[in-house]
């Protein structure tokens, strides 16, 4: 009998983990899943029956396309590897005889006593291709990131060392991450965060001022101008400050450094004419998250003292399972506003979830809800983050 909760159904869906397990061919794969569906659906559940095939191998060879001898070498196949056991009268009938009390034909509960196994096999396949799915999007975000901090490098100083150094290791970045295994990724990944840390600290020892910062002396520009707390509404169209178009390529970057194959993200903060770092410090930002938030930051930033913009982005892909947010929503606001501005509105969706007033209910439908806006245009993102930071303040 199958394990509490397990029907028929959710043995068929076991068939690529079987197949894999068991070092099946396809054909042998597709015959041991016709062998199951000519069986009774209640036998899998009955502990007093055994699910049995009853079918002929003629049968089963017209049903396959097959020959009668192919569909004969898979039965020996499954019967060796442990799948099923074979009993038929010397004229090679199956069927029940004798009121049930004789069974012939292809008794699949060997396989029965193979399920749990496989259900936790299936169940590490599955978290293992989440595990790669996440360090996928983190590199796909880290990587997005290093292109905006580039940018910003280039025009304050595009022919600085590290510059160079920086834009030759965007260009060799891979274009897909398909082909990449686990080690592969979280070898890349590392790369990325050292290159992302490198290119942020270089931006912010070269933010324009009246004096030349101490080595290692990371700015913290705060809110001190009125353009500082309005509506972030405009369209990806609007020119940087600097003039350069919204979708500009990295200057002087080497071919094809810029084209890489995930999605490419609007940016949604064109029309938010300060970096949101700028703005918003990482200090105000870190003491307005929600000490659920600031534990992610704490892992993700180690020995920082605060967190940089791929930390918030990272502890950001990191709590969405605890919100109940469905990777696809963070896809779409990602791709409508940006990583780092998708991060700061998971911020405010996670410390508005208790909020007396309005609290947030669903925080998928919310990040969801926020990057509609944004593609409209009308997302005030600046607003609820001035409040979330004034309210941290006042308590």
Known sequence: MLPKGTQRSDVERLLPVIRRAFRLSEACALT?????????????????RDPVCHA???AM??????TPRAVRYHEITLERAGLLTKTTAADGSRGSFAGG?????????PLVEHVPQLLRAAAEEEAGRLHDLGLRRQCSAARRVLKGALQRLLERAPTAPETRDLLAFYGKLPRRYDGL??????????????????????????????????????????VTTKDNSESC???????RPAGTPADTPLV?????????????????????KPHWLETFTPRRLYAACSEDMRMYLDAVKGQRALPNELDL????????????INPSAWDEAAEAMGDLAAALAVIVIDARRFDPVRPIRSPGGALRAFARLAMAGKLNLAGSLIGLVERARTE
């Open 32 to 48: 041991l899943l016709a062998f199951i569906q000519a069986t009774r659906p209640s036998d899998w559940t009955d502990p007093t």
């Open 56 to 58: 002929m191998q003629t």
């Open 61 to 66: 060879a017209q049903r396959l396309g097959l």
């Open 101 to 109: 009390r004789i069974v012939q034909g292809l008794s699949l509960a």
């Open 181 to 222: 295994d686990t080690a592969d990724l979280e070898s890349l990944l590392a790369s990325l965060d050292e290159a992302v840390e490198k290119c942020v600290t270089a931006v912010e020892m070269r933010q324009e001022s009246s004096g030349v910062p101490e080595p290692g002396f990371r700015l913290s520009i705060q």
């Open 233 to 239: 509404v405009a369209s990806a169209d609007v020119k």
């Open 252 to 272: 002087a970057a080497p071919p094809g450094a810029d084209k890489g194959r995930e999605p490419q993200a609007r940016d949604f903060q064109r029309g938010h």
């Open 313 to 324: 982005v990272r502890a950001a892909l990191l709590i969405l399972p605890d919100l109940g």
